[in-house]
């Protein structure tokens, strides 16, 4: 059976600092993966997806990255987190072709202070 | 674009008395339509599925979702609540594409069981 894994489960970082948000997924090949943020008392935003190794679509401009340097992992990452990258950071990934649906990791908890 | 929309970003009711979250899409030809649901500090969950087979889709937990094309609804209804049921829940659409790869999601609907 599939899983996803996504960790730290919470993360305190300061201003300023690097993030990196990791992400696999393991028992399917070549699926689309891709990350949402979701802030206090709001939907989940599209930030990145990725439909093969190396391709990259972003949604939202922002001081976020997103790379995928195997088929079934996924990082997230920043080089210098602003207090506005607050929130709740969710990957999930579902299968090629119409009509899949996703299936979503534990979600990481971050809070720049 | 795709989208959608759910009226009424809290619902609170009883329990045993029936369940009702909103949800509307905006799409030119029907998409796929899902229902997930989100408990405290953890991930979403599939609750259940459109896929043009049938309008009336049942999931998990009891819950039943009716797609509406004269409406673009697609309400996610259960007969009779729990306090297990209280948690977020949202809708989400995506594209009857198969090259398509987004999935777009409400705002979500916080549900609420008073015993």
């Known amino acids: 059976s599939q899983t996803i894994h996504q960790w730290p489960a919470t993360l305190v970082q300061p201003v300023g600092s690097p993030l990196s948000l990791e992400c696999t997924v393991e028992?399917?090949?070549?699926?689309?993966l891709y990350w949402y943020r979701q802030a206090a008392g709001r939907g989940l935003q599209l930030l990145f997806y990725s439909v093969g190794i190396g391709q990259i679509s972003s949604e939202v401009p922002q001081n976020l990255s997103a790379s995928r340097p195997q088929d079934r992992q996924f990082i997230l990452s920043s080089k210098k987190l602003l207090l506005s990258d607050s929130g709740f950071y969710l990957c999930a990934w579902r299968a090629q072709g119409a009509g899949t649906e996703a299936f979503f990791g534990q979600g990481t908890r971050l809070t720049v202070v | 674009a795709q989208s959608v929309t759910q009226l009424g970003s809290h619902v609170s009711v009883s329990e045993g008395a029936l369940v009702l979250l909103r949800c509307n899409y905006s799409s030119s030809v029907p998409p796929y339509l899902f229902w997930y649901v989100q408990y405290p500090n953890q991930g979403l969950q599939l609750l259940l599925k459109y896929t043009s087979a049938a309008t009336l889709v049942k999931g998990i937990n009891g819950f039943e979702a009716e797609f509406k094309k004269s409406e673009t609804s697609f309400h996610l209804t259960k007969p009779s609540a729990h306090m297990s049921d209280a948690a977020e829940y949202f809708c989400a659409v995506s594209p009857p594409l198969s090259s398509a790869s987004k999935i777009i999601f409400g705002s979500g609907t916080r549900l609420s069981i008073r015993p």
């Open positions: 028992g399917t090949s070549n699926p689309n």
